[in-house]
């Protein structure tokens, strides 16, 4: 099923990003021309973002942490919101922890087992024999009682509460991931519970469950924007900025212009960065690049940036007025990459762009320049060879044209 999804995902994205023609006497073929899809500029930032948002993704999951070290960065990321956590999900954020490391130790136990199991008299393990999709099958299964053995009674009932729902589901849902959302896969007397949806999942899960909760989603928000700032002042400390000011408002008259959520000031230059953060997620729709969706994302956010280039033209003739002299950067700061990035005058970049961009000297002023730069969408990532193996094992339905 996940190669099923996955290749039916990024299929559609290619047809949305290529010019679609079809050939053959009855039109049995269909080939999709990327070149002649990238002179269409729309289609071209579909493409663009997207590679954006894949990389933004990766970047996430570069480092690998182990299951211990991942719990601790959820303990750590979320401890300010504990409170907000218990309430929403019926679990105190220390033994929803506690839990994920029991069920870890259980599953590392388990999948020693299966290795003992798989191994032939040398050692090596067969992947194509079935008795080791048995084996390893068998590890990730559990009885009731098993549960009841492996984790804490307040854990386990928080996993009943929170399963996998099959009627719940749908073909367009499950590429936004409601798979990792649910991952507990807990049946009438038997559950899978497999490490790689569980823990692959597990901060996403916790910043969506707090999200999309109307009574927590304000208190969370809130709390996760000042948090952001700091995260903005911390990647421009390394180029020599410190904090000069937060939430400086603007105004011609009396009329409110909005305000600036951080100021930075470099001592040794006196140069100034003025930043506006934006720490909403994406709607799903939008981060998984639906071309409907992304188009309307970026026409609902057309009225903000026209406030923020009015916001911009007032400091060019008025920013000694807010204690700002010498010469300044605005730059929109956003928690995950924006589609309106290709297509805006001002510079909107994600946190991770910002943390690139701001050590760059010189900086690039144009958001093209920095994103042929930073991403090199030129240089290939698979080879014909490789996508000819992917299409094999079926993980894309697509296969490169023959010469």
Known sequence: MARHINAKFESESLLHVGEVRVY??????????????????????????????????????????????????????????????????????????????????????????????????????????ASTFIAVARGYAFTDAE???????????????????????????????????RPFLIGLGVSVLSPDLVYDSLLDNT???????????????ARRAVQFIDQIAVAAARAGYKEAARDVYLHAGKKQLGDIDLVLRNK?????????????????AVYFRAPEAVDEHV???????????????????????????????????TRMPEPLSHLSHLLMLSLDEFSHWVMQE??????????????????AEVSVDDMRQLHAERLILARPAEE
């Open 24 to 129: 053959g006497e009855r039109d049995e073929e269909c080939a999709v021309d990327l070149a002649a899809g990238m002179r269409d500029p729309r289609r071209a930032m579909y493409l663009h973002y997207g590679l954006r948002i894949k990389r933004s993704t990766m970047r996430g999951k570069d480092q690998l942490l182990s299951v211990e070290a991942l719990v601790e960065r959820l303990k750590a990321e979320y401890a300010d919101v504990a409170d907000l956590f218990e309430a929403e999900s019926g679990i105190s954020l220390a033994s929803y922890c506690d839990g994920m490391l029991e069920l870890n130790a259980a599953l590392k136990s388990r999948g020693e087992l299966s290795d003992d199991a798989c191994a032939d008299k040398k050692g090596r393990i067969d992947p194509e024999k």
């Open 147 to 181: 549960l009841v053995e492996a984790i804490n009674p307040e854990f386990l009932a928080y996993l009943r509460h929170h399963p996998f729902d099959s009627t719940a589901q749908s073909d367009a849902e499950l590429k936004f991931h409601y798979l990792s959302r």
């Open 299 to 333: 026409e609902r956010s057309r009225d903000w940036e026209r406030k923020v280039e009015r916001r911009i033209q007032h400091l060019k003739e008025h920013s000694s007025a807010y204690a700002i002299e010498g010469p300044w950067d605005y730059i929109v700061v």
């Open 362 to 379: 010189p900086r690039p002023s144009r958001f093209t320049d920095i994103y042929a730069k930073m991403y090199r969408p030129s240089e």
């Open 207 to 221: 910043h969506f469950t707090l999200l999309e909760n109307e009574a927590s989603k304000p208190a969370y928000m």
């Open 268 to 284: 040794s230059t006196g140069h100034h960065l003025l930043i506006e953060a934006k720490n909403h997620a994406l709607p799903l």
